[in-house]
């Protein structure tokens, strides 16, 4: 039987990682299971656990006030140790571009544990955009063994960077076998009543990138536009970044048919992405989540590693100027035909079958 350990630390990992983990977990006569979460995000990863009733084996709990990259590598690389020469996995699995990522695929390489990347292949091809995803991601796909890579695009970057062909596997993304759960017919919450009679605009904004002017360019514009279209209500789940909470409130308060809102679980989040009309953001997940929902994304940032939803149609980059976010989400609310070729285009991201397909694989080799 094989041992697989999961390694995770943030929100956004998790969402994708639990539906891998109960599929694995499913398989008792396959594998043996073992999760590791290090706590990069603390209550945030939580409530994501807690939605999908994964209970680690181990949680290295490593976050603190103010920490820095410098302090989470290090904590992960050093307390991670322990945990792999205890454990002795056959392989670990790490998710996409996080910190927690590199550093966890980091420990396997100097003790030589084969890690698999769940994501492989993601690429802008700017190492600081976004920061410090670009590189972390990267860098795992340098010491992988195993590359499940989400779509046909992100194959072939990895074939393009001279990775063996018979150790990559597209299997759609996991945040999609998410979605499978957490989306429910019937759901209800009193920020969606309030917003039930009119056009509501999701956001989401956090990028270490855009903090500072982008941000504010940002939100400036929102306000903006929102405010020449009576018929929309926004609601902001806000990020616990202080430097966001900081830009938002200087722009945003005041404006009645905004709601700027507490972090939502992730079945809340989800659930707010299927009753939006459309989503501007700067995150990632998002970019595949909010297509497989049929809504339109305007994603805040000069560069995505997930093209495969602009060439689709479901995405377009607008950048962080105030006028180009402005023109972008203007033209949305106030032409159909531009809505509806966004709104009903293909979802490039999967089926909401990446978790068995990966344990397939795993089961195999």
Same mark, same amino acid.
């Given at each position: 039987?094989?041992?697989?350990?999961?390694?995770?630390?943030?929100?956004?990992?998790?969402?994708?990682?639990?539906?891998?983990?109960?599929?694995?977990?499913?398989?008792? @006569?396959?594998?043996?299971?073992?999760?590791?979460?290090?706590?990069?995000?603390?209550?945030?990863? %939580?409530?994501?656990?807690?939605?999908?009733?994964?209970?680690?084996?181990?949680?290295?709990? +490593?976050?603190?006030?103010?920490?820095?990259?410098?302090?989470?590598?290090?904590?992960?690389?050093?307390? *991670?140790?322990?945990?792999?020469?205890?454990?002795?996995?056959?392989?670990? *699995?790490?998710? =996409? %571009?996080?910190?927690?990522?590199?550093?966890?695929?980091?420990?396997?390489?100097?003790?030589?544990?084969?890690?698999?990347?769940?994501?492989?292949?993601?690429?802008?091809?700017?190492?600081y955009s976004p920061w410090p995803e670009e590189f972390?991601?990267?860098?795992? @796909?340098?010491?992988?063994?195993?590359?499940?890579?989400?779509?046909?695009?992100?194959?072939?970057?990895?074939?393009?960077?001279?990775?063996?062909?018979?150790?990559?596997?597209?299997?759609?993304?996991?945040?999609?076998?998410?979605?499978?759960?957490?989306?429910?017919?019937?759901?209800s919450h009193p920020e969606l009543e309030w917003a039930?009679?009119?056009?509501?605009?999701?956001?989401?904004?956090?990028?270490?990138?855009?903090?500072?002017?982008?941000?504010?360019?940002?939100?400036?514009?929102?306000?903006?536009?929102?405010?020449?279209?009576?018929?929309?209500?926004? +609601?902001?789940?806000?990020?616990?970044?202080?430097?966001?909470?900081?830009?938002?409130?200087?722009?945003?308060?005041?404006?009645?048919?905004?709601? +700027?809102? %507490?972090?939502?679980?992730?079945?809340?989040?989800?659930?707010?992405?299927?009753?939006?009309?459309?989503?501007?953001?700067?995150?990632? =997940? +998002?970019?595949?989540?909010?297509?497989?929902?049929?809504?339109?994304?305007?994603?805040?940032? @000069?560069?995505?590693?997930?093209?495969?939803?602009?060439?689709?149609?479901?995405?377009?980059?607008?950048?962080?100027?105030?006028?180009?976010?402005?023109?972008?989400?203007?033209?949305?609310?106030? %032409?159909?035909?531009?809505? @509806?070729?966004?709104?009903?285009?293909?979802?490039?991201?999967?089926?909401?079958?990446?978790?068995?397909?990966?344990?397939?694989?795993?089961?195999?080799?």
């Amino acid at each position: 039987m094989n041992k697989v350990m999961l390694v995770f630390g943030t929100r956004p990992e998790a969402i994708k990682m639990c539906p891998l983990v109960n599929e694995l977990k499913s398989r008792t @006569d396959e594998f043996e299971t073992v999760v590791t979460v290090t706590g990069q995000h603390r209550e945030m990863l %939580d409530q994501v656990l807690r939605v999908f009733n994964v209970i680690p084996d181990y949680d290295l709990a +490593i976050m603190k006030q103010g920490q820095t990259l410098f302090d989470v590598t290090s904590e992960v690389l050093q307390n *991670l140790k322990t945990v792999l020469e205890k454990e002795g996995p056959d392989v670990v *699995l790490v998710h =996409g %571009d996080t910190t927690t990522s590199f550093a966890a695929a980091l420990a396997c390489f100097y003790l030589q544990i084969p890690v698999g990347h769940v994501e492989a292949g993601l690429r802008t091809h700017d190492i600081y955009s976004p920061w410090p995803e670009e590189f972390n991601r990267q860098a795992v @796909d340098i010491v992988s063994e195993y590359y499940f890579a989400p779509t046909e695009a992100s194959k072939k970057n990895l074939l393009e960077e001279g990775k063996d062909k018979t150790k990559i596997w597209v299997t759609g993304n996991s945040g999609i076998d998410a979605l499978r759960t957490t989306v429910r017919d019937g759901y209800s919450h009193p920020e969606l009543e309030w917003a039930s009679d009119s056009r509501l605009i999701l956001i989401t904004a956090h990028r270490r990138e855009n903090l500072g002017e982008p941000m504010h360019r940002m939100f400036r514009a929102i306000r903006c536009v929102m405010e020449e279209h009576p018929d929309t209500k926004a +609601i902001y789940p806000i990020h616990m970044n202080p430097k966001v909470r900081r830009a938002a409130h200087e722009e945003l308060d005041g404006f009645s048919r905004l709601h +700027i809102i %507490d972090p939502l679980e992730v079945l809340d989040f989800h659930n707010f992405l299927a009753a939006s009309y459309l989503i501007l953001t700067d995150s990632g =997940g +998002i970019q595949e989540e909010a297509p497989s929902l049929g809504k339109p994304v305007l994603v805040m940032r @000069d560069t995505t590693e997930r093209p495969e939803g602009v060439s689709a149609g479901t995405l377009k980059l607008v950048g962080t100027e105030e006028d180009v976010i402005y023109h972008e989400f203007s033209r949305l609310l106030s %032409d159909p035909c531009e809505y @509806d070729a966004m709104s009903h285009s293909s979802n490039p991201y999967g089926d909401g079958y990446a978790s068995k397909r990966i344990a397939d694989v795993l089961a195999r080799h």
